[in-house]
DNA sequence: CTGAAAGCGCTAACAT
DNA sequence: ATGTTAGCGCTTTCAG
């Protein structure tokens, strides 16, 4: 193994010195830094990261969990994260739970063990309560968790389903329902308060049936327009959490002779390419921007304000 | 900081037993071990990860490298390899390189740095050449690279092409077009091979101008589409390499009133969910099957088989 | 400007 | 079974 008092020798320096090369410390002497470099070269010296770590205390990477990789919400996230750390020479490390709380905790202790220096929940499984010893500055929510003291960026989901209730009151509907990842988690909590709050606003029923949970792709969406056409008493629109799932809905919908919007509405979420090319109506979500906010608070020192980000409407065709 | 040392200290025995309590090592007297682990209690221990790598000299964790982050592709090969990793106890660290040639080999220098203790690359950027000093055992790649001492898993894409072809040519096409993420790149490379060899054995002729390049996502579909509409001498099939793709296809056929498949056939691959809820007949291609693969391929020691995937057929109603 | 030396915190060979 | 000790390879203070 070729390390830094190897070429410390061959230069004829001290290591401190070649330390000094290495990191592009001032004062060091143009003739020794040549040899030192000479030495690099002729030894093929490469710094060990993982002794820099140490000695440093840092790591330059941070975790990011997620529940899981293969879906485009968090594709993008991702790539908004890992083009925000690229830039301030910080790695990625990944933690894929599958919503396992174990695997959730996994990540905090990493962090306590120093292998990250930070993490960004993406989504979250455990309760606050059970992670709050762990949470610190390094560490940023992707969601409106209440304690102040808590770095976070999120979409304001409730004003969102907020405006698309107003949206489809203001086309005349009136039998609305709603379809979500799942009814845990701040973000759903916050959609779902939107919906009933709005709902009750504007004095329209709402109908526990016709709130549907676990849509994540698109075959969830094909099988709730089953379900939606089995009912007795059908929505005549829907708010759907994910363009993928109303993608499934629209494909489903064109199969099975249901016309969109006449029999049924549907207003998504994403603004995915993939609502452009079904024409489906869809709040644009800026979830890669969540992903880059998120890193910045990560790097910033000081308390800093929450980062909110707003939906906005593409109308197409599904209302 | 409270280290291994202070633990020691604390519970009146020295530093290697600690150790050993703290690795589940063996010849560690019951009491001794209750005295350790009530100190770690006490002190709140936490082991310091980067101290263990050091002194090991392993990381437990694997590289990814890939260009993007928001395609399915990458997500699904990811998920794989991030399942597989997990059972054995090693973390992700990505390397997401937008296909720039830099980003891709400072990967390699994390490897030679020992941050990480392998590297699987999902795709590539640099030429093999450039490559070849930093390649080991370590190294996993993900296409069929040609030397054989080098791990590697891909799809058997030129089998792959030569059976669409075929199978277009079976359903009475012989004017085919086809559609690709890029021109180069072994991945590439093959499938334009099959598609020529497989042109010539069948005597059809081959456009160049039927080879549409750099078509990655939904829009990209779309725009072929329009592309194919203005052509004076159509193809009456395209092979698209992207579900994705398709999906453009399909959805802007819709739009423009063009039958699919009487105006044009669309042969896909990837058999996401898309082409299911869309009718597009697809090759499944076992992505997630490739991240495992290449995950194992890393853990094995011996210079082990490439592992070869095949493609399988699913009939729809876009051919 | 440079070098000596004391860490960073853990592992493992060796001795007992 | 347990302790001593020499690393792992780099950074950084302190003295000169």
Redesign the pocket.
């Known amino acids: 193994?070729?390390?830094?008092?190897?070429?410390?020798k061959l230069a004829?320096?001290?290591?401190?010195?070649?330390?000094?090369?290495?990191?592009d410390?001032?004062?060091?002497?143009?003739?020794?830094?040549r040899k030192v470099l000479d030495a690099v070269e002729q030894l093929n010296?490469?710094?060990?990261?993982?002794?820099?770590h140490?000695?440093?205390?840092k790591t330059y990477s941070i975790g990011v969990i997620l529940p899981y990789l293969n879906l485009p919400y968090f594709g993008e996230i991702l790539q908004g994260i890992a083009g925000e750390a690229l830039k301030h020479g910080y790695h990625l490390q990944l933690f894929q739970t599958d919503y396992d709380r174990g695997a959730e905790l996994d990540a905090f202790h990493r962090l306590q063990?120093?292998e990250v220096d930070g993490l960004i929940l993406t989504s979250r499984s455990n309760s606050l309560d059970a992670l709050a010893s762990f949470i610190s500055p390094n560490v940023v929510f992707c969601e409106n968790v209440y304690d102040p003291t808590y770095k976070k960026v999120f979409i304001d989901h409730y004003q969102g389903i907020r405006s698309g209730l107003e949206y489809l009151y203001s086309k005349g509907h009136s039998q609305i329902g709603l379809c979500l990842h799942r009814t845990f988690g701040t973000n759903s909590e916050e959609r779902i308060r939107g919906f009933f709050d709005g709902a009750e606003a504007a004095g329209h029923p709402v109908r526990d049936e016709w709130i549907f949970n676990d849509c994540y792709d698109l075959q969830d969406g094909r099988d709730v327009l089953s379900e939606w056409e089995r009912m007795e008493e059908k929505p005549s629109a829907l708010i759907v959490t994910s363009d993928q799932v109303s993608a499934g809905m629209v494909a489903e919908a064109g199969k099975r002779s249901i016309r969109i919007p006449d029999d049924l509405a549907i207003l998504s979420f994403d603004n995915h390419p993939l609502s452009d090319a079904l024409d489906i109506t869809s709040f644009e979500v800026p979830i890669r921007k969540v992903g880059e906010e998120a890193f910045k608070l990560f790097l910033e020192s000081e308390h800093p304000d929450p980062v909110i980000l707003n939906t906005t409407l593409f109308e197409r065709g599904s209302v």
Chains 1, 2 share one sequence.
């Not at 010296?45 to 820099?52: F, G, P, Q, R, S």
């Open positions: 193994m070729t390390n830094i008092r190897s070429i410390a004829g320096v001290s290591v401190s010195t070649v330390s000094r090369v290495l990191n410390h001032p004062y060091v002497k143009e003739e020794k830094r010296y490469i710094k060990n990261a993982n002794a820099v140490l000695s440093k205390g063990m120093k």
